[in-house]
């Protein structure tokens, strides 16, 4: 097939793709999907995960196979001669594969040769890339000892060691702390302002969409909408409203009940209220429940917009309402988890370097931090999975050094990936773990009962686990999770590959536990979820950097261009500025 | 900028260069791929070389000698004088079978009270009762006693310049080939054989393996490498990685055991290399199949080890297979390069045998080439 000359680099046309499960079953991964990414212009392909970003972006690198439809690249057709395509664009899977066992130079060198850059060439970029990416210092380390933001910026360096004429980015700032991703981001943009590059781009951050010339919603493979984030913003103006509690409600519950208000299509707690999106372009009116707060009319954003679309194709929400079986012993206000001078060495790697928090009952808390940052060391010690180096833990009222046994029986546990068996089905799972935490008979009976009944988990009960839909499992692992009644209910990194609304969904469950009386400790990497928390540590290289409630952190943060700081504002000052002062000690 | 600077479209030596340049880096940095290398030529060596021996020592016998003449003493002191015999005295039969049953002896050689008078009779009779419950010793055993009966009565028979006259029992024991009849001697070369497929099978299959794993492919496809490069580059150094430990092998053999190598050094590297692109072939294949290391490791082990192991003729001598197995044999590699190999160092240059299993070999090498050119494409899913 020939393609005009002249037309846009990357012209995608009515393209269809779908795989097939070893377990048998296909799976719809792009459905009629059409697109062009502009010259000189950075395009993003923006969606939740599961929405075929990656699979598009492999086809435009010649790495998959449409099953119909056209892929021109730079004139090229993908499908049939892949390999012309390779000679001349520069892509950066999502894990970006650096060869571990080998130097920043030697990775770098290793680009170089395959793309054909020569010696002269190279003494030329080589210094630009490194500077760039602030690597210098580092040519001689192995990539597998670098922090994931630079093991990133390595990746985005050996793509680009000859100018691409197309630069392909998988989701570069996944996994990445917010420092490095504003870094990226910087990188980007100025590839694009200053070296006339044609990036396209994919993210699930919703917010990095702001950042680029065109953008394509993608969910489940379809297109929601295409054009500038502008236009997609536009969708939403008029609807959006920040809402705040006149009668001195929390903006959690606020956000809660408004989250589940028919005319409302999306709640987010933000700086102390609430902001929503509303289906039609006024406040919602007071339903049945009443609540007592005043609207403000914002300006709207990318991430309305896209929510807009989003739940005009993801549905309605369902309920989210927790109801424990018993009330959970104790009174509120008093110290769940208590956590002095902690520590955790690995050899002469301090992971975690004296800790000291305490969270009350009830509470939400969390603890966000860079990777690398202990956050996940500290989880592992307060569940009594490894034992610490020094200092004091004290978990539901036992000592963790001493009685971990019994300080188990009183703490749930979501890991990172979710521990399910993904062979085994629902009730498999439930089953399983309510015998692990000892439950038997007629009680293991009516745990699993309440378990899918609040978690309306029923009608998938007999799906094998590793084929549920997105949200689901995080529905089972929670599940799992709460099964023993638990006072104490941690939370790794939960959220992380869930689409928006089921991240929304989760909060709302959160909330309603802590409620209840269950104490809550997450992790999260999505900086806006700090939001929910009643209070948050910031922690960075195994230190705790600042403590508090979300708003007061956010203060933390100079106000820019006359905008509130986001969270993330308030996180990249924080670590900032600890960082500076360690320098300065250095020097 | 140099695009365009070089064809990019011809195969491109610089290109397998540095690929082949950056396997050899993760080689050397990588401690587990040294020791399947370097360490494991050298244990297997000396694990088959010391530790598992078809050879008997100081097999100790009971003689029970019923009526002492000239003729058993005779028969007696060559035993005695022999290295393969510790010799246990017993005046019955009951005390040596006594000496039997409590493991002390595993033979019993017994003279029968007319032992002189049936040797002068020329037809006498001994009776050699031999622990049987290790089967395999035992034959041994009862074959070195004969031996030993044997070599008296030859050297009686020249003392005695009687030759023609003097009873003899005729049993032919001749070792061929392995002239100390020393196992090591059959085991060494098999050694080879388990190396060159831990290296050329095992090492790369895991290799490649690792680079779908970690996600390192992906990256590597969307540039102007070809396949054929990739493939190039991963041969290479595990080429050379085997033929290092044939060195290895072949040089240990003979400082440690006295190994000879007969045949001629260059045919043993040709069949070798033909050999060791049959494993590398097995390994690409597997490997570009599964993508996982944990079942790369699985089929590769199954596939390859264990026949060059069980059914190459290498430990277990194929002739004497039922033929169902010995028909199985066919298929597998291991097989025909364990037969040059013996050829080689123990024999010599026996054309008909070599070149026949280095026909096979280079057969099996290119259809196996064949099958990973066309599997390895630069394709994800």
Redesign the interface.
């Known amino acids: 097939m020939r393609f005009p000359t002249a037309a846009a680099p990357v012209e995608i046309r009515r393209v269809h793709k779908t795989?097939r499960r070893p377990s048998g079953e296909t799976v719809k991964a792009l459905a009629e999907i059409s697109f062009e990414a502009q010259r000189h212009e950075l395009t993003a392909l923006v969606g939740p995960d599961g929405g075929g970003k990656t699979t598009l972006l492999?086809m435009i690198?010649?790495?998959?196979?449409p099953d119909a439809g056209a892929v021109s690249v730079l004139g090229i057709d993908a499908c049939a001669d892949?390999?012309s395509v390779?000679?001349r664009?520069?892509?950066?899977?999502?894990?970006?594969?650096?060869?571990?066992?080998?130097t920043v130079q030697?990775n770098l060198?290793?680009?170089a040769?395959?793309?054909?850059?020569?010696r002269?060439?190279r003494t030329d970029?080589y210094p630009r890339l490194l500077r760039m990416t602030a690597l210098g210092p580092f040519t001689r380390r192995l990539a597998g000892a670098l922090s994931g933001g630079m093991k990133q910026k390595l990746?985005l360096a050996?793509?680009l060691v000859?100018?691409p004429e197309l630069l392909?980015l998988d989701e570069p700032t996944v996994g990445v702390d917010p420092l490095s991703r504003k870094e990226l981001w910087e990188i980007v943009r100025s590839l694009v302002r200053e070296s006339a590059l044609t990036v396209i781009v994919s993210t699930s951050y919703l917010d990095e969409a702001e950042f680029c010339d065109h953008t394509v919603a993608l969910h489940l493979g379809e297109v929601l909408a295409q054009g500038a984030p502008q236009e997609i913003a536009a969708r939403a103006s008029g609807r959006v409203f920040m809402a705040s509690a006149t009668d001195g409600t929390p903006a959690r519950s606020l956000q809660a009940r408004l989250f589940r208000h028919p005319q409302v299509v999306d709640a987010l707690p933000e700086a102390g209220r609430v902001r929503i999106v509303t289906r039609d372009a006024a406040p919602p009116s007071d339903d049945a429940d009443g609540f007592s707060a005043t609207f403000e009319s914002t300006a709207a954003r990318f991430e309305d917009g896209f929510m807009l679309l989003f739940r005009a194709r993801a549905g309605e929400v369902r309920s989210t309402a927790i109801r424990l079986e018993r009330a959970l012993a104790g009174e509120a206000g008093e110290v769940a988890v208590e956590v002095r001078e902690l520590l955790r060495t690995f050899g002469d790697f301090v992971a975690v370097d004296r800790v000291s928090f305490e969270v009350r009952r009830g509470e939400i808390y969390g603890l966000l931090g860079p990777n690398g940052a202990g956050k996940s060391t500290t989880f592992r010690m307060l569940c009594g999975l490894i034992p610490a180096s020094g200092g004091q833990l004290r978990v539901a009222g036992a000592d963790l050094r001493r009685a971990r046994a019994e300080a188990r029986a009183k703490l749930g546990y979501v890991a990172q990936k979710f521990s399910l068996y993904g062979d085994l089905s629902v009730d498999e799972n439930l089953d399983f773990f309510a015998s692990a935490y000892g439950l038997r008979g007629e009680k293991k009976r009516s745990r699993i009962g309440w378990a899918k009944a609040q978690f309306d988990l029923a009608a998938m009960a007999s799906l094998p686990s590793a084929q549920l839909p997105g949200g689901y499992k995080q529905r089972l692992a929670m599940a799992a999770a709460l099964l023993h009644e638990p006072e104490i209910l941690f939370l790794d990194e939960a959220t992380s590959g869930a689409d928006p609304l089921a991240r929304r969904e989760f909060w709302s469950r959160i909330g309603a536990l802590s409620q209840q009386g269950v104490t809550v400790i997450v992790t999260t990497h999505f900086m806006e979820e700090a939001e929910y928390c009643d209070r948050i540590l910031i922690m960075d290289a195994g230190r705790a950097l600042a403590e508090g409630a979300p708003q007061a952190i956010r203060a933390r943060a100079p106000r820019r261009e006359g905008r509130e700081p986001t969270m993330e504002d308030a996180f990249i000052a924080v670590v900032e500025a600890s960082r500076g002062r360690a320098q300065e000690a250095v020097q | 900028m140099s695009r365009g600077a070089i064809s990019a479209r011809a195969p491109s030596l610089r290109r397998v260069v540095a690929l082949t340049r950056k396997e050899t880096w993760q080689i050397l940095r990588d401690p587990s791929a040294i020791a399947v290398g370097v360490i494991l030529p050298l244990l297997m060596l000396i694990l088959f070389g010391y530790g598992l021996s078809f050879d008997i020592q100081r097999l100790p016998v009971a003689l029970v000698v019923e009526h002492s003449s000239a003729e058993t003493s005779g028969a007696v002191s060559a035993l005695r004088l022999s290295r393969y015999f510790t010799v246990h005295p017993a005046s019955t039969m009951a005390e040596a079978e006594r000496l039997m049953a409590r493991h002390q002896v595993s033979a019993i050689l017994r003279f029968p009270p007319s032992f002189a008078r049936d040797v002068a009779r020329g037809d006498a009779t001994l009776l050699v009762a031999v622990n049987a419950t290790d089967a395999n010793s035992a034959r041994i055993a009862s074959a070195y006693v004969k031996g030993a009966i044997n070599t008296w009565q030859d050297r009686e028979a020249k003392d005695a310049r009687s030759a023609p006259e003097m009873p003899n029992i005729a049993v032919e024991n001749r070792t061929w080939f392995n002239d100390a009849n020393q196992s090591q001697w059959f085991l060494v070369p098999g050694v080879i054989v388990l190396v060159m497929t831990l290296i050329g099978a095992l090492l790369t299959s895991l290799v490649i393996a690792r680079e779908w794993e970690r996600g390192t492919f992906e990256a590597l496809f969307a540039t102007p490498v070809r396949s054929g490069e990739i493939l190039l580059s991963k041969i290479l150094p595990y080429f050379v990685m085997g033929m290092l430990g044939l060195a290895l092998s072949v040089i240990g053999s003979r400082a440690l055991f006295g190994v000879p190598l007969r045949g001629s050094l260059w045919l043993l590297v040709a069949v070798s290399s033909l050999y060791l692109l049959v494993a590398l072939g097995i390994g690409l294949v597997i490997s570009s199949l599964t993508r996982s290391q944990f079942l790369a490791n699985q089929i590769t082990f199954v596939v390859t080890f264990l026949p060059a192991t069980l059914l190459s003729g290498f430990i277990f001598d194929i002739r004497s297979m039922p033929i169902g197995a010995q028909a199985v044999t066919l298929v597998f590699p291991a097989r025909y390069f364990v037969s040059a190999l013996q050829t080689l160092f123990l024999a010599g240059d026996v054309w008909v045998v070599v070149l026949r299993d280095a026909a096979v070999l280079a057969v099996m090498a290119a259809i196996l080439m064949g099958i990973a050119v066309k599997s390895t494409r630069k394709r994800i899913g």
């Open positions: 795989f492999r690198a010649g790495l998959v196979a892949p390999q390779q000679e664009i520069g892509y950066m899977p999502q894990r970006f594969g650096l060869y571990e066992d080998l030697e060198d290793l680009y040769d395959l793309h054909g850059v020569g002269q060439a970029i990746g050996c793509t000859r100018a392909l």
